[in-house]
């Protein structure tokens, strides 16, 4: 398309969808029943195809209707949590059955979901997951432990990996399911982290029952779908972030909105101290009078420098990727790791503006309890989402090119060592 | 600095091996788990039996005053061993920072407060107005020519069980710092304290009756600096090497990938160096020890071995959070009670920075 | 700090291809290797060539001054080139540090330098009294109200190559700093240079004549050590780079214990590391040279890029060595030429430690 | 033997060898002349057997011996460079005709001996060497390059091991060898390091011959026998560095000692620089008006806490050995990794100590050339005798007993992958 062609469909879609809201769009209906509405017009997801709620909308013309959103203030559908993971691979992989039960409730927000993918005995190595599922004639009966997973215990549905065939290579015996949440079979309990937050779930399933058509994809296909799950959550979930400001407006779907956001958001209220706040570094050095000492800037410097370093490499990656040119590095591992570093650095930087400070923690401590929380929750960065090692594997065997860790887990599941648990 | 190295004497490692023994048994992590649940209340059994059956308390105090007669050497162990088992009692503030500043002081009037500790009976509590460093001793705390102790103690270790109060505060009409004794109980306000084994509380006193000890100078105060840093690298090395050998223990077990992941060449390096580093702290923790044993100068030594054990122990604790993966970073796991009071460790008199600051200073002025 | 990011045009990555294919056939280590033998003599040909076929020395020279009218982007593609192939002409010396300080003076005096220096006929020369803080310059060198320059310039890079002469100095009767032309050149002792593709020289000057071609102010000179930085950060990364990539192919085919040594995690783990350091150096150097490119103030970027590049080019410099094993170190294999040309672009001009004190000066003052 | 014991033997060993030295002892004797007889009486290495040159003395004898020569200023039997290597490993695994040939010479200084066993293929992996031994009727034609050997250009013999079954797996086809470095088929060319000393050599043998006679074990025992040689290299040498003192002292044998000291010790003189003298650190901060920035204040500290840190490790493990205690860390690698780390820190602390001055070597440079010198050595302790990455895998193995990379070097020597080289 030209420029003027992308213009005159930019105008040509604004024109529709205003002419829509301006019937449709009021601050005082309840939250649900404009999101019925929304979805049945098809603007509550555009990009999707037009046979499942969407438009088969292209990314730019997506961007129309997000603009026209937040330009009015339009609460768009529900998109937070592990919802968007489940409804990418669902559109990817299900079967028509599948969608039709859940992408409505699903963009709703009638429906809540989570991931249950990593279990205590295979966290880096996913693929080595031992939850069973067995057949039991149209159904499967589940058995097992999964864990880490944010928000499950509000969820109504899960998207799950299991193991159906133990005699098959790992990647090839484990089966994509969406499982039932509400059921006697799964129990939820919240697991506490070392800085006290209680963000994730444990989920112990014992005979928990999946019917057949809740499968995604064949049988030993699991493995093959759940790239589609994580590439999207690598890629940041396709939340629109901007949407997060309408929580604060006064209207009763804001409010209604607000509460969902709430709930949702719960669980990432410490993710900006995971990082290590380089961007209080120097006030609080400031506030605590350690502004001029050489040694404190030098720390604050080095923090500094690495996140700004960062921030522009991941920028000019961007651009680089924009402009079409070969020179970018796949995958984000270099931004993960330098993640890693940069909150480190921040970690050492915060302990030496605080000194015998950042002995206290919670409402005594300085900076509202922040450094505290910083302190102990910078460690999760190097882990979650995958550790710096494995990190450090992907660079060096995908970037550099050098030769992979020698396989010592090929051949039969059933005769590979794995950690002993309760599947 | 000596020039030939000094091996433990049986004794001292049979010592040891009943320091350790007493907490496994007394003090399991289960135990240390269960009282930081309760809001870590004293267990006086505990508490009494450590000074009964092991004279931990008074270790380094003479007999005369109720002690055991040893020194730092042999509270060091009792430190290295504290901080392997994570004891959650007020040793540091009572055993240490109370103890040592009475036997500094010296005296008949110290000696009545020196058996009351040593024996288990009385915990003690000073009330200083820096925990940062011993120049500012005196900066927040003073005594009226009435009597009356003044001003503010922002962060006290161990306020929460101590039931016999020292300061060390500026006499107001000489201008002199002196080691004071409250007659009553000063009000403590606990406060949110990371180290979840090792509470801090801020006391302020309005006016509280006291009576002077001694005397004490600027180089009896960093003298007592010295003291508590080296007794702090001991717990830190017996931290570090609590948390490294449960490191190794988890990555001897754990499978990923079909294989242990302690054959992963990573791990296996990062383990090593942190050995290395915990060998070095150790090394100098118990060399600034048998200095200050000996009586000799110890601001090098202990300034070398706090910042040394500090580091060392920091990367042993980042590492066991790291190498347990996710399971490292939960409530549940221990590792972060052990990453809280090495944080604490770290922090308490000083930071390695300011440790590093004050071995040149030291080196320059006595060059 | 720019909100997106920025990515090369075509043009440039053109530009950067012929940059690179012109050292690769004009100056391949072979030829490097051979120069430093014969005590580093100019190779006019090459510098000549250098000018003619590319308008390196003036690629940041506006074309009235005889430059190709670019600016610190294209001269950071050279600069990074420069360092990929380990170029040891007179560069940094002439077409930097001299043009630059040339292009801030501006004026038709400056402009017959800037000819000279932009089409290769000439190499320049700055006599200055500090490669360490432009707060320091003038504190060496002054010119008379005779015009006669004064002074002793401790460490000149590229002096033995020079046949245009610049200095920073203080105007004595004024005491305002000027650049000045020499009339006539001065005498060079050379030194010994850790960095053998970039020798020094000290040139002491007794009553040199010279010409005022401006004042400059104290910014001024600030933004002149900014772009050298700059200039010498992109060197670093190609330099970093040019070991990464050379380590990797060692890596790949060294054998030890039956196995190509680059499948050991821990090597592997490290060439990782020191790829990700140095994407964050481009990352900062690239934004550096576009801010001082678009005329905006440049003190933190520049700080920031270079320490960054810096730090991370002497981990690529010290694993190049390591992972090389014996080799590495030897005289005979080229890794030592990188280490120490890494090591001066290190040191020159501010050691990483004095740029990020230097950033945090910037942020504060501009808070 | 008891206390009374020891010392009424001190004194008898001293009254013995007292009288002898009134008696031969002289400075001004030729030192080659000295040394005949001071091997034929047997004082010359009083620890070896009665049989080769000694007296079966216990080390507290010898050290008698040491002490008294020490007193008078007498010099001992030549013990620089690799000589006393070659001399253990004789004593312990060679034939009387080897030990009747080679002993007495090497004690007397006649002959000047280098180790042979380091390649250009094999630097980490030693046991994957590829110089052929190839057997010829009653001797061995030697083919292949060694490296890093040092004082090879002035040797009369190398102790040499080389491949003589490539069919078998590698530490068993491996054979050691005393050999002629005199001869045509032996080329030793001086190998530059990046400091610009050159220190070591490489080695060329092309159809270089050994007779049988000079095989040190049986064929196939190289590898064992070589390790004798490895762990007594590990222990530092044995030699009486006390004994430098006397190459400073005035008269002709002291002349002649001090050359020999001079020729032996030249390849070693960049040793401590290599080490990052932490001794100069506050001296050279003084004398460039560094030592008040706090910067630079915090990298000093770091490098002395460092590097006392493992002078007290090694000391206070040497005391816990002698008192019994089973509390010590096998091996020398903690150390080794530790000099590396206290090495490197030297490094920045005098980088930025030296500030623009670190751009100078040689004369020209702070505190003549050192600071140069430091730089440009410290890179090679992380790699002679054994890399950090190795002593990393020693200590992870056997201090921790983590569990061992996994092999791919078993089975036939023929069969595993090398690098390509000229043998």
């Known amino acids: 398309m030209t420029e003027a062609d992308d213009s005159a469909r930019e105008r040509a879609i604004r024109a529709e969808l205003g002419a829509w809201l301006d019937a449709e769009w009021s601050v005082d209906r309840p939250l649900r029943e404009w999101r019925e509405t929304l979805v049945a017009a098809g603007w509550a997801a555009p990009a999707w195809p037009k046979a499942w709620h969407g438009r088969d909308f292209s990314h730019a013309e997506t961007m129309v209707v997000s603009r026209l959103f937040r330009e009015r203030g339009v609460v768009g559908a529900a998109s937070t949590g592990p919802r968007s993971l489940a409804a990418e691979t669902l559109l990817a992989h299900g079967s028509d059955s599948l969608k039709q039960r859940y992408l409505r409730p699903l963009l709703t927000g009638e429906h809540s979901w989570c991931q249950l993918f990593s279990e205590p005995g295979s966290g880096s190595d996913l693929a080595g997951l031992t939850t069973r599922a067995e057949r039991d004639g149209s159904r499967y009966v589940i058995n097992g432990q999964k864990v880490w997973n944010t928000s499950a215990h509000h969820a109504d549905f899960g998207i799950l990996v299991a193991r159906t065939d133990w005699d098959l290579p790992k990647h090839q015996g484990i089966s994509y399911f969406v499982i039932d949440m509400r059921q006697p079979g799964v129990e939820v309990r919240p697991l506490r982290q070392m800085n006290g937050h209680a963000s994730f779930n444990e989920v112990f399933m014992t005979d928990a029952i999946v019917h057949e058509e809740d499968r995604v994809g064949a049988e030993g296909e699991g493995w093959r779908i759940a790239q589609t799950t994580l590439s999207f959550e690598r890629s940041g979930f396709g939340r629109d972030r901007a949407a997060d400001a309408l929580a604060t407006r006064t209207g009763r779907i804001y409010a209604e909105y607000a509460e969902e956001v709430r709930i949702a958001m719960e669980p990432y209220r410490w993710y900006p101290q995971r990082a290590g706040r380089p961007d209080l570094l120097l006030s609080l050095a400031r506030a605590n009078g350690r502004i001029n000492d050489p040694v404190v800037r030098q720390e604050i410097a080095r923090a500094l420098t690495l996140a700004e370093g960062a921030r522009l490499a991941t920028s000019q990656a961007e651009a680089r990727r924009r402009s079409g040119s070969s020179d970018v590095i796949p995958g984000g591992s270099i931004g993960k790791l330098a993640a890693s570093v940069i909150a480190r650095q921040c970690s050492v930087a915060h302990t030496l503006i605080a000194g015998s400070h950042s002995l206290l923690a919670g409402d005594d401590a300085n900076a509202q309890g922040l450094v505290a929380e910083i302190l102990l929750s910078v460690p999760a960065i190097s882990i979650a989402g995958g550790t710096d090692e494995i990190q450090r594997n992907i660079i060096s065997e995908r970037v550099l090119g050098l030769p992979k860790e020698p396989r010592f887990d090929t051949g039969s599941f059933r005769d590979i060592p794995r950690n002993p648990g309760r599947a | ?367």
Chains 1, 4 share one sequence.
């Open chain 2, 1 to 367: 600095m000596s020039e030939t190295g000094f091996a433990f004497s049986a004794e001292q490692n049979q010592f040891r091996d009943m320091v350790s023994g007493f907490f496994a048994a007394r003090s399991p992590m289960g135990r240390v788990r269960e009282l930081i649940g309760l809001g870590l209340p004293l267990d006086r059994d505990t508490w009494q039996a450590l000074a009964r059956e092991l004279g931990a308390q008074g270790i380094h105090v003479p007999e005369r005053a109720g002690g055991s007669g040893f020194g730092a050497v042999e509270l060091g162990i009792v430190m290295e061993e504290m901080g392997r088992h994570l004891y959650p009692g007020p040793f540091l503030s009572s055993a240490v920072m109370t103890t040592s500043a009475l036997l500094a002081a010296g005296g008949d009037a110290a000696e009545g407060a020196l058996v009351a500790l040593s024996s288990g009976d009385r915990v003690g509590a000073l009330l200083i107005d820096t925990l940062d460093d011993p120049a500012l001793l005196g900066t927040g705390l003073s005594v009226s020519d009435t009597g009356r102790l003044e001003g503010t103690a922002p962060l006290v270790p161990g306020a929460a069980n101590a039931d016999l109060w020292l300061a060390i505060a500026r006499d107001q009409p000489s201008g002199r710092l002196g080691l004071f004794q409250l007659n009553d109980a000063p009000a403590c306000q606990p406060l949110g304290s990371l180290d979840l084994t090792r509470p801090l509380s801020r006391v302020v006193c309005a006016g509280l009756s006291c009576v002077r000890l001694a005397h004490i100078d600027t180089a009896t105060c960093e003298r007592l600096w010295d003291e508590w840093n080296v007794a702090l690298a001991h717990e830190l090395v017996g931290a570090a090497e609590a948390l490294l050998a449960g490191t190794i223990e988890y990555l001897k077990v754990r499978v990923q990938f079909g294989r242990v992941i302690g054959s992963f060449q990573a791990l296996k390096h990062r383990c090593a160096d942190v050995l290395m580093e915990v060998e070095l702290a150790k090394a100098l923790a118990r060399e600034a020890a048998r200095t200050i044993a000996a009586g000799l100068p110890a601001r090098g030594a202990a300034a070398m071995a706090k910042s040394q054990a500090a580091d060392a122990a920091m990367h042993a604790a980042r590492a066991a959070i790291q190498l347990r993966g996710g399971l490292g970073f939960t409530w549940e796991n221990d590792t972060h009670l052990w990453f809280r009071r090495i944080k604490s460790g770290e922090m308490l008199f000083g930071s390695p920075a300011q440790q590093r600051e004050w071995l040149v200073a030291h080196l320059e002025a006595t060059a």
